[in-house]
């Protein structure tokens, strides 16, 4: 098939951006997205141009390196799907796809479609941890969870941390990210300890990135390829108001 | 500016070589005196220690994010050692350790089948048919016990029993249960739990974390491995870092192959050019073709898809039993279908060990029986065990899977089996360390998938995830004190010693050589068919001519590569056909190593297989009277022959046996 690609072309952090058009010739249909761009890549190459950069790495919807917004949506508007999963069977022969970077305060374009993320690991170094030096965990199953718990923490523990939920956010918010990492832990025994002085470092280290507040209106949720739900922002909000009545006792 | 250089090495005919004993005592296995069992602990016990204040003073890198290099580097810094982590990816948690799905072995026994530290030893020193030292493995075994208990404690999601107990399951080449999982996820919940460990670290200050940083090479000084030379992959800037200590955790070589179940970023170049500065490359030519992965779909195609191999605990192999057999799965009766692991292979049927089922695969289609539009795939079939088992926990268990299958294939394996072929998926070759898991050159360490040290010939399922956490967690933090104790007093070099300067300058000017060239082949084009000619000469099966005819190819594409290559833009920002172009370059010097080991290796073993040497019915044929060595290979510098190094194996606890899974 022949699709007509608008793409967001940017020299680096500081240069103004632009969008600009390439045809995608002779794209098969069993071709993922990533591969699409790929044989885009290659002609322009040929042609003396520079290729689009984006990221990717796994290309299986597993390290959340890819990232770009496609027609409005991040990763695509495929349910459950980051956009290296997806596939160009999905698209039409003709169709005209607007492909841009993740857009939001937080995360400043590098190049093209490459932005920089890195205010998600300071979210999680400021407390999406358990405290365990190594060597020093006693046996594995002298500690039982609920299969009913641990399945809820796999649920939140599967976050790829690739961003999209901000990206879809108006607000830029990386709340459920952040609701994601509180909430696998704290459904945890082993995350009780740190629990509430976790909830209050995160959020603040969140804040002070420059993600937006969360108002509850769940692009987030609909854009999530790892499906998460946004009952973990609830999760998180009675958490953060235990933990802040708790803080305001001198009890964290 | 130093140009890069041509080994125009003609076939050989047998290579020099030098075994251990001659080789200035070069390699030493360094294995403990004494039985096995108790020996790491003896070790630990005996091992010198260094003061926590001390500690400080080190400065120890960590090349590698992943389950090896982000354990380590967690670790390290919690013992007090300043450490500077890198990685290539954006973020740690991006390390290839996140894309394995299956599982992780450990004995634990927890399902109370038998399993013991010295049946998993067992069964990973014969999984590796028998060519792994059985003093690593054999600590290996020991610590994976560790492992679970440290990565539950840090909050990982492993599967669970309603009792609340930790669930197993069974993996290829084993008879018991140890197999540690977290959905169709492993990996993942892994990394992220070493990941969480880093992080708290990078906060505390004990970790610099280099993210976009790739390793250009490595400095060595008065024989000593002292720094490395990076990239910034978002600025393009250069950089020196120096250290006490070096530790490589840079993964595998599979993409040497071009299409394999690797990321895309996962590269040679840091244990090639650590090689290249004179740290010796063990087994290159022992790499895994794992059986079950979505056949290859068009030339468009960027990578090769795992289906995890727990599949195969409900699903059946199968291709049909006549030659060209065109119908549809569902039309081929029962009787004319040929259920060939079970066939072969009775005892362990389904089950069979990796590298014997990707071949049975192989046979198959080489008779014309294969299916999908190329012939290049078998079945795998859940029809038995929908039947049996009902569909919904089918679903619970490999949901994932079928949904990751469905994507990528457009088919529903619920309803029609899978198309199933073999890709290559690991490497168990890599860079040759001791016991201290320190290669030839002093100071430089080896973690994880980069080292040669566990696995043989073969690797086992659910046992690398177990080595990267052993090496990273529980062994590599006490066995380099060893190295840091000897270094003492010694002043670490400044990032203007003359060596620092020099490999500075050489990494700049191969970057400004690739630009400058400006010819027509996109460092695509050279990957895409190096990685056909690997397949074909050096893949699930080789023979000394095509391993001759690769010998001479290899250096005529390399020799092209550095006359036609096109890489736009410059060096002085993000520029991924630079970064690729400077990964291809390396794998163009690397594969014609592998092929130099897997020709002077003429016998069969594991992955590594020679059609000269086969059974009648097809099996790999052992050369234990001549092979029983590893293969350490040392870079002789431009336009000359790698040198052969030897390490004896010695078996002591296991007896060498034809490895039989009939
Ligand atoms: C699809 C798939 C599924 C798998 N499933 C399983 C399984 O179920 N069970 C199992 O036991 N094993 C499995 N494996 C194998 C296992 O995942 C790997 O062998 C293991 O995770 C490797 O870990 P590592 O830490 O050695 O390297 P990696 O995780 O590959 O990490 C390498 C690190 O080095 C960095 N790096 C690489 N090159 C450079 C450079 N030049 N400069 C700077 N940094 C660099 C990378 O950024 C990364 O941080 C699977 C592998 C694949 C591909
Ligand atoms: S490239 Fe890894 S999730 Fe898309």
Redesign the pocket.
């Known amino acids: 098939m022949n699709l007509t690609l608008k793409v967001w072309r940017q020299k680096d952090s500081k240069s103004p951006g632009r969008i600009e058009t390439y045809a995608a010739k002779n794209i098969p249909e069993s071709a993922s997205f990533l591969e699409m761009l790929d044989i885009v890549n290659e002609d322009i190459m040929h042609a003396g141009g520079e290729p689009i950069m984006f990221e990717s790495d796994c290309r299986e919807g597993i390290c959340g390196t890819c990232s770009m917004v496609i027609n409005g949506y991040a990763h695509g508007g495929q349910r459950g799907t980051t956009v290296c999963q997806l596939h160009m069977r999905h698209f039409k022969d003709g169709d005209e796809l607007t492909i841009e970077p993740w857009r939001a305060a937080a995360f400043p374009v590098v190049r093209d479609l490459v932005v920089n993320r890195s205010g998600l690991d300071r979210i999680i170094q400021s407390g999406g941890y358990v405290s365990v030096r190594t060597g020093s965990a006693v046996d594995g199953n002298a500690l039982p969870v609920p299969k009913k718990n641990s399945d809820l923490a796999m649920d939140a523990a599967q976050c790829i941390g690739c961003g999209a939920c901000v990206a879809a956010c108006k607000n830029g918010s990386a709340m459920l990210f952040l609701s994601a990492k509180v909430g696998h832990l704290g459904l945890l025994p082993q995350g009780q300890p740190e629990r509430h002085r976790r909830v209050l470092n995160m959020v603040r280290q969140h804040d002070q990135e420059g993600f937006g507040n969360c108002t509850n209106q769940y692009e987030c949720e609909a854009v999530c390829p790892k499906e998460i739900s946004s009952t973990f922002i609830t999760r998180l909000n009675r958490d953060y108001a235990v933990a802040s009545a708790r803080e305001l006792l001198g009890a964290v | 500016m130093s140009t890069p250089d041509f080994r125009n090495v003609s076939p050989l005919a047998a290579p020099p070589t030098r075994d251990a004993a001659t080789a200035n005592g070069a390699l030493d296995g360094k294995t403990p005196q004494g039985p096995l069992a108790g020996a790491w602990d003896r070790y630990r016990a005996e091992v010198q220690l260094i003061n926590p204040a001390n500690k400080r003073k080190y400065q120890v890198i960590v ?7 982000g354990a380590a580097a967690a670790t390290l810094s919690e013992l007090g050692y300043q450490v500077s982590c ?4 954006d973020s ?1 948690r991006r ?3 996140i ?6 072995n450990a004995a634990k026994n927890y399902q109370n089948d038998g399993d013991s530290i010295f049946r998993l030893f067992y069964d990973t020193i014969k999984g590796g048919d028998f060519r792994s030292r059985e003093a690593n493995v054999y600590r290996l075994a020991q610590v994976s016990r560790d492992i679970i208990d440290q990565c539950v404690a840090q909050g990982v999601p492993f599967a669970r029993e309603y009792g609340g107990q930790l669930a197993n399951r069974s993996f290829g080449g084993a008879q018991v249960s140890r197999t540690f999982y977290a959905r169709g996820q ?2 993942q919940q892994l990394l992220l739990g070493a990941y969480s460990a880093l992080s708290k670290q990078i906060a505390t200050g004990g970790v610099k974390m280099f993210s976009h ?3 250009q090479d490595l400095i060595v000084i008065d024989g000593h491995a002292k720094g490395i030379v990076t990239r910034d992959l978002f600025t393009g800037e250069i950089q020196t870092h120096m250290a006490h200590a070096v530790v490589l ?4 070589y599979g993409n040497v192959f071009y299409l394999s ?2 990321a895309r970023g ?2 040679v ?2 244990t090639w050019r650590a090689h290249r500065r004179g740290a010796f490359f063990a087994n290159p030519c022992y790499t895994q073709i794992h059986p079950t992965c979505i056949p290859v779909g068009g030339d468009y195609q960027s990578k090769l898809t ?1 289906m ?1 191999e727990s599949l195969r605990n409900d699903g059946r192999v199968w291709a049909p039993a006549k030659k060209g057999d065109k119908r549809a799965p569902q039309d081929i009766p029962e009787s004319e279908r040929d259920y060939y692991l079970e066939r072969k292979y009775p005892s362990y049927g389904n089950l069979a060990p990796r590298d014997i089922s990707s071949r049975a695969a192989k046979e198959a289609c080489d008779d014309g029986r294969g299916v999908g539009d190329h012939g290049l795939g078998v079945y795998l079939d859940f029809a038995d065990s929908i039947k049996r088992l009902g569909e919904p926990l089918i679903r619970e268990r490999y949901g994932n899977l079928f949904d990751m299958y469905e994507k990528i294939t457009g088919e529903n394996a619920y309803q029609r089996p899978m198309r199933i072929f073999p890709a290559v ?2 490497t168990m070759g890599g860079l040759w360390v001791d016991y201290n898991l320190m290669s030839n050159l002093p100071g430089l360490h080896v973690i ?3 080292n040669f040290s566990d696995h043989g010939a073969n690797r086992l ?6 080595q ?1 956490l052993a090496d990273g967690y529980f062994v590599l933090p006490y066995t380099i004190g060893v190295y840091l104790a000897s270094e003492g007093g010694k002043k670490l070099p400044k990032a203007d010693h003359p060596e620092a300067a020099a490999v500075r300058e050489a990494s700049t000017g191969r970057l400004q050589k690739m630009l400058a060239i400006n010819g027509k082949r996109t460092p695509g084009e050279f990957h895409r068919e190096l990685g056909l000619l690997m397949w074909d000469k050096c893949g699930m099966a080789r023979n000394r001519d095509g391993l001759q005819h690769a010998l001479q190819r290899i250096p005529q594409l390399r020799e092209e590569f550095w006359q036609n290559l096109r890489v736009p833009g410059e060096a002085g920002n993000l520029n991924h056909a630079l970064d690729h172009a400077n990964r291809v370059s390396d794998y163009l010097e690397f594969a014609e190593t592998m092929c130099f080991d897997a020709l002077h290796r003429e016998e069969s073993c594991g992955g590594h297989f020679r059609e000269e040497y086969q059974t009648e019915d097809g099996e790999a044929m052992r050369d234990d009277d001549n092979y029983a060595y590893v293969a350490a290979w040392e870079h002789k510098g431009a336009d000359a022959q790698p040198y052969l190094h030897k390490e004896p194996l010695e078996f002591k606890e296991v007896h060498l046996a034809v490895r039989s899974y009939k």
Not at chain 2, 63 to 69: D, F, H, I, K, Q
Not at chain 2, 86 to 89: I, S, V
């Open positions: 090349v590698g994010s992943g389950l090896a290099g890198f990685c290539y990816q740690p390390a290839h350790s894309a394995a799905q299956g599982g992780i492993t990996g940083c790739e390793m955790a840079t993964g595998g179940t690797n996962c590269n170049t840091a795992l995890s998926h690991y994880g998938e980069a399922g659910a046992s690398a995830l177990m990267g």
